[in-house]
């Protein structure tokens, strides 16, 4: 008991009360908005129902269940990771080889910039009827291309998944790049001018100097990434609608489909629920490559 009063007091002392005081309405926004959602989420992945004739009724885990035997749910999460993999990895490795080249150029630097970074400021409705437009069969590229036959660019699974994660990927792109050059700006020239008295090259000053005094910058830009990724529903909706064969199909699409096409919320809180561990986990395993606040400080 003298334990919890001495704790009471505390938390109640001058400091923290003003402390609290200043997060109460971010913590009420964030419990009206994030919290409650979360549990609400939760108990309808518990239901089943279409809240209209038939009510809810109480399953328990039984849409947890269904998941682990429904064949389309695994193609869903199959087609998932082939376009997080395809997504990120390029993502990060692009605009990290973007970043370096525009922080040496000298003439257009600023224009360069704004060019790559146009593409994460237009609207993903507005650029993905823009390349369903370009990809059709009768389409402009095909007769840049002048391939004979044409290709049926979003009527295949492959080449739709394909174009798929290009939109992506450019779309990202610029963002991820603009992120690099802050990075890269950061880091003490000093590094480098100590690195060429020890005779060190180009590459090897990029790998021994700048990866490793970006390591929090790709983590950082490797979690955006896979966000947007996991979040990926505009370029689906408006390009492929999941086909063709559910060929594109990736589990938020595939949350909406359940949800908002054919009534089942109970089964896609499920499906949404499983998307949201997946994502933290994900991201747990990223913020392990970290560096630590020691390193940082060791390195200064």
Request: charged share 15%; glycine share 8%.
């Amino acid at each position: 008991m003298k334990q919890f009063r001495d704790r009471l007091s505390l938390w109640l002392d001058e400091p923290q009360r003003a402390g609290w005081t200043f997060l109460a309405p971010a913590l009420f926004i964030l419990g009206i908005f994030v919290i409650l959602p979360l549990f609400y989420l939760l108990y309808l992945s518990l239901t089943t129902g279409h809240f209209t004739l038939k009510g809810v009724r109480w399953v328990g885990l039984a849409h947890y269940g269904k998941l682990l035997k429904d064949p389309d749910f695994w193609q869903v999460c199959s087609n998932t990771v082939i376009f997080t993999l395809g997504s990120v990895i390029p993502s990060v490795i692009l605009p990290l080889g973007l970043a370096v080249l525009l922080d040496r150029a000298l003439v257009g630097r600023g224009i360069l910039r704004s060019l790559y970074f146009l593409p994460a400021v237009v609207s993903m409705v507005a650029v993905g009827l823009g390349w369903r437009w370009l990809f059709q069969t009768d389409g402009w590229v095909n007769q840049v291309l002048n391939l004979k036959p044409a290709i049926a660019w979003l009527n295949e699974p492959s080449w739709a998944m394909f174009i798929l994660i290009l939109l992506t990927v450019w779309k990202q792109l610029g963002f991820n790049m603009v992120v690099f050059l802050a990075g890269l700006q950061a880091i003490p020239q000093s590094l480098y001018e100590a690195g060429e008295l020890d005779g060190a090259g180009a590459w090897a000053k990029f790998w021994c100097i700048t990866l490793p005094s970006l390591r929090g910058t790709i983590v950082f830009v490797a979690i955006a990434t896979v966000i947007f990724s996991f979040r990926g529903f505009e370029q689906v909706y408006v390009l492929t609608e999941g086909g063709p064969l559910n060929g594109t199909n990736i589990l938020v699409y595939f949350v909406y489909e359940q949800a908002f096409s054919l009534f089942d919320f109970g089964y896609g809180a499920a499906c949404a629920l499983l998307l949201l561990g997946v994502v933290l986990v994900l991201l747990r395993i990223l913020l392990a490559f970290e560096p630590s606040p020691k390193a940082i400080e060791h390195k200064e």
